[in-house]
Structures are given as C-alpha cells and as structure tokens.
C-alpha cells in the first residue's frame, strides 16, 4: 500500500471512528431482512463504502511480517514467501468486514430510506456525486499531505526555538 493509501485508509478509519462514537446508542431492532440486507449490500456497492478496507488484509499481513524483518532481516525470503501464503489464505475474509458494514447500513437505515438513497445514487446527480467525491477525496489528500509537510517544517523550527530558550541546543 503506498503512502497515498495508508492516508486514505487512515482518514476512512478516523471517519469511521468518528462518526460511530458520535451516533446514538444501538437501537434495540429486531434483525434485518433479506430484502433490508440486499439493499444496503446494494448501496454500500455503490458507494464503495467496503471499498476503503480491501487493502486491509495484505496491510496487516505486510505489516506484521515487517515487524519480524526488522529484527532479522535474513528472513526477507522466507518472510515474502510466507506473506504471499498467507495472503492467499486470509483474502477471502475481507467479506466478513464487508458484511458488518452493510449490517451498519441496514441498522441504521430503514428499507425505505435506503431506496430513497439509492434512487439518488442512480440518477445522474447521484452518479456525479460519486465521481466527484472520490476526486474530492483524492485531492483532499494531497492538500493534507502539503499542509503536513508544511506543518512538520514550522514545528521543527518552533521545536528548536522552544529548547534554544531553555538552554537546549540540537
């Protein structure tokens, strides 16, 4: 995953977080049906609201293999040949997170208010939407990117600022 990617995925991840301690406690609801799952399972297609986490997987696998690289890298090959294993084996649970997201659409959302959501989606406004909004997003990203990096120079100069007045000096 490239840089670009962590950042997407960290920003879905942070939203994620976000918006799920900001709702309201779980609603007592009684469980959904095959007709509510279908068309949550529908919008969140649409919307690529699964989407963001594909990469998760190979993300932790890669991730956690590093970590063992790191402290003897004399298992490079031995490690790549495990992670491409064990991507293998563990890819085809990436269905298991998309099935809780579209179980948070449908608990959250009503049949009939995830048709209206959908009608919107397929218009052509609705369609406009999703392609502007992943371009959004995409540019959003690089403008976060920018201001971090401009962000990290004022913060090194303050830092060393802050400790030259107590008697640091780096």
Same mark, same amino acid.
């Given at each position: 995953?490239? %840089? ?48 963001? %986490? ?30 491409? @294993?064990?991507?293998?084996? %563990? ?26 959501? @959908? ?5 052509? @406004? ?43 000096? @780096?």
């Amino acid at each position: 995953m490239n %840089f670009v990617g962590l950042v997407r995925y960290a920003f879905v991840v942070v939203a994620a977080s976000m918006c799920l301690s900001f709702s309201s406690p779980a609603r007592s609801q009684p469980q959904p049906t095959a007709s509510h799952l279908a068309l949550a399972k529908e919008l969140v297609d649409i919307v690529g609201a699964a989407r963001e %986490f594909e990469p998760l997987v190979t993300g932790v696998i890669v991730q956690t293999a590093s970590t063992y690289l790191q402290s003897n890298p004399t298992l490079a090959k031995d490690l790549n040949e495990v992670v491409e @294993l064990l991507v293998a084996e %563990f890819l085809p649970r990436r269905g298991e997170l998309q099935n809780d997201v579209i179980r948070l659409y449908a608990a959250r959302l009503t049949e009939p208010e995830l048709k209206d959501i @959908l009608t919107f989606y397929k218009s052509p @406004l609705g369609k406009k939407m999703l392609v502007e909004s992943s371009y959004i997003l995409g540019e959003a990203v690089k403008k976060a990117d920018t201001f971090a990096a401009k962000l990290r120079e004022e913060v090194v100069v303050r830092i060393r600022a802050e400790l030259k007045k107590r008697g640091r000096d @780096l």
